[in-house]
């Protein structure tokens, strides 16, 4: 996995999924075919929104709806980023994304194997639910939430995305960061490409 599946993967997991495997190739637009995606060099932090849009953009309809909310997750990603120091730079990419992206080929999460991915970590979620519910605070959240070491990148990011409150995604990021060095240490790689 490298920094920018670990960036749209954080936004929307599925569509992250469609990356996994792909050929990296640099070029003047952002487009994603079945075996490759091409890449312009820009910012980072606009490449990522950029991807997730280009990759929203070759589902069909049906899969779009499904993912609606994931839209909103890009968008809301992009307004965060033209409020940060970083906005003026980027916001010729996040505001015409039309010119930065090229249609490619049609593609389909598979939504199979999301599942199959999914039912091993929902025990995971259980856990955290239950943990959210005892624990008296942050810290003992934190300190109790040493199980999450056993995840892996992927599986931590997939976590994530199955919690659908923001304040309790935001423990368990805290909480992979502090047990999980494999997670901690994509996270450092990650923020570094954003700040570019």
């Known amino acids: 996995m490298d920094e920018l599946e670990f960036c749209v993967k954080s936004l929307t997991y599925p569509l992250g999924m469609l990356l996994e495997g792909k050929e990296r190739r640099a070029g003047n637009t952002v487009r994603i075919t079945r075996d490759a995606i091409t890449l312009p060099r820009i910012p980072f932090a606009a490449l990522c929104y950029l991807t997730g849009i280009a990759l929203f953009d070759s589902l ?39 010119r930065h992206v090229s249609p490619g080929d049609r593609l389909a999460v598979d939504w199979l194997e999301f599942e199959r991915r999914a039912e091993k970590v929902r025990p995971y979620l259980e856990r955290v639910l239950e943990l959210h519910t005892s624990a008296t605070s942050r810290a003992d959240f934190l300190e ?53």
């Open 60 to 98: 069909d309809l049906v899969d779009k709806k499904r993912l609606g909310n994931d839209y909103d997750s890009l968008e809301t990603f992009r307004g965060k980023l033209l409020n940060s120091k970083l906005g003026e730079a980027l916001r010729p990419y996040l505001e015409s994304p039309g």
């Open 144 to 196: 109790k939430a040493g199980f999450l070491g056993e995840l892996t990148v992927d599986e931590g990011l997939l976590l994530g995305y199955l919690t659908e409150d923001g304040k309790l995604r935001e423990l368990i990021n805290a909480a992979l960061g502090k047990h999980n060095p494999d997670f901690k240490a994509m996270v450092v790689k990650y923020f570094k490409a954003l700040r570019g």
